[in-house]
Structures are given as C-alpha cells and as structure tokens.
C-alpha cells in the first residue's frame, strides 16, 4: 500500500501539488490546473465548513465563492506558516462569520460555560446509568457490540445518510463546525483550535458533545428506534 | 449491606470511576488529553466492563463513520465559473 502511494507522484499529474510550495507557486503563477486541482480538493469540505455557519444552502454557496476570490486576493501574502486547507478555511470563516451574523441561531449562545454551544446537559443520557444504590454511575443495560462494517452498511443506505447528515445539521453550531473539522474532514486539533478560536480544552468539550449526540443517533437507527434529539 | 458491599468492591476493581463517568470521559481518553492516573483507572475499568469496551467501540465507529461520510461534488457549472474567474484574476 505504502509503495503504491510512493508512485503516484510520477504517475498524476495532479500529485505534484500534495507540495504545498508547489502549489502555491504554481497558483501565485497563474497555473490553472493548479486551481483545478486547489478546488477540486477543498470544493466539498469548504462548503461543508460553510454550512456550520450559515442558515441557507444559497448563503453557503455564497460564502464558498467569496471565499476562492479571498484565496486569490491573499495569494501574494500567504507565507507558509499554517498548510494551505487551515489558511482556506480561516477566510471561509471570516467571511461566514459576517454572513451568519444576526442570526440568532448561527450566534454563540453564551450560557455562562463559555462552550458557547448553549448545551450543558442535553448530550448526556442519564436515564442510561443506575441513579443511586451501590451500583450508582453504572450502566443499566450495557450498551451492545457493534460491527465492524458498521460505517459501511450505514453509509451504503441513503437514508441513513441522510439521518447522520441532519444529525449533524441539528447540532448547535460551534459543536457542529468543531465535529466537522475534526471528524468529516480530519483536521487536527491544534489546526482546528487555530481555525476556530476556540482553546483545546473548549475544543474538546465541543467535540465530546457532537460525538455523542451522533453516536445516539446512530445507535437509535441501528436499533430502527425514532431519533431522540 | 451485602449489595453495598458488593457495589464497593466493583466499584474499586473498575478502577474507582462509573461508567457513567467513563462516557464522560471518552473524548479526552481518546486525544490523549488524560493525567498518567486517569488513563491508568480509566484502563482497568475498561478491562472488567464489557458495556464500557462497547461503548468505547461504538464512540469510534461513530468517528469512523463520520470520517468516511461523502461530501458534496462540485457542480460543473460552478467549476467552469470558477475556472473562467481565475483567467480574469490571472490577467489582472
């Protein structure tokens, strides 16, 4: 597996730009293919970030195009410091964060937990653990194994899909821009604290409680239980 | 009293933490953001609980799940749109 990664390279022509100076320079140069390629790659994931933010699909849209013009505009000045998805998507999330304002539900809801998520118990199931006697804390019907294929046969059903979609779309909007860039596209956490402005610790609070929400949610479709949200 | 007994010692062979607080706990085991002491209790309870392995497991697939969750394509139109842009940012 590892030596057929080694020779892609050579063999597409797209690869040479998985080298980010490459691919800036070739950008900074006016390569099209180059761009091609930049969007090709970013296309889905932007409009997913885009999403998180903003109340309406046309918004989003929006927000992705103003944000390859912002790429574009700030070309001469990119420097390298951070790869080039977390610098795409700090603009995205500049110009998203214009767009959402104003409304109520895309604001941070400060409840006081400096989550900003306005979700301090809702992701937790209690009803789940014993509530006092010796056993407190301990579940009252374990939860059950799982299978391997699980993501795939889920994923294979559209409809399962688009349960796991509107999931997520239900989450309050900072848990919903965190678990999107950490879990759907796989930014790190030090990039995603970086492209949020969130601290690690917040982060992982944010994430913790998106997670679980999902895992309900998936585990009530497994079980063809209605969706508790 | 037999019961408490009973629940006491669970309770220390689990590694001296519930499993409601081991839920509690998962996204931190899972990016390493545990103390030394915590990983460790959290470890030997997950050994003696088989519905905290599970859950475990499913918080993964969960993750595994939403790693392999398709993203929209881009529409033709709007790559040639973006295309065509790019040729007037080139020339400007």
Known sequence: ?229 | MANDLKGQVMHLMAGNISCQELADLITEYLEGSLTFSERIRFQIHLGFCVGCRNYLNQMKTTIRTLGKLPSEPMPTEVREELLKRFRTWKKG
């Not at chain 1, 046969?153 to 821009?177: H, N, Y």
């Open chain 1, 1 to 229: 597996m590892k030596e057929e990664e080694q020779h892609q390279p050579t063999a597409s022509p797209e690869s040479k730009w998985n080298d980010e100076q490459v691919l800036v320079e070739a950008l900074r140069q006016g390569d099209e293919a180059a761009f091609g390629f930049l969007i090709d790659t970013y296309y889905g994931s932007l409009l997913r970030l885009a999403m998180a933010y903003v109340p309406s699909r046309a918004v989003a849209d929006e927000v992705v195009q103003e944000t390859w013009m912002g790429v574009l505009e700030s070309l001469p000045r990119f420097e390298g410091r951070s790869s080039v998805k977390t610098w795409m998507f700090r603009i995205l999330t500049n110009r998203a964060k214009t767009r959402g304002k104003g409304e109520s539900r895309y604001e941070s809801l400060d409840t006081g937990n400096g989550y900003g998520d306005g979700d301090d118990e809702g992701w937790r199931e209690p009803e789940r653990f014993q509530s006092s006697g010796a056993l407190a804390g301990h579940w009252i019907t374990l939860p059950s194994m799982w299978d391997e294929e699980t993501p795939e046969r889920l994923l294979l059903s559209k409809e399962s899909r688009m349960l796991i979609e509107q999931a997520i779309d239900a989450l309050p909007p900072v848990q919903r821009q965190v678990i999107t860039l950490r879990d759907l596209d796989g930014v790190d956490s030090k990039e995603v604290c970086n492209i949020l402005d969130v601290t690690e610790t917040n982060q992982r609070v944010l994430l913790h409680r998106a997670r679980s929400r999902v895992r309900k949610m998936i585990e009530s479709q497994l079980y063809n239980t209605k969706a508790e949200r």
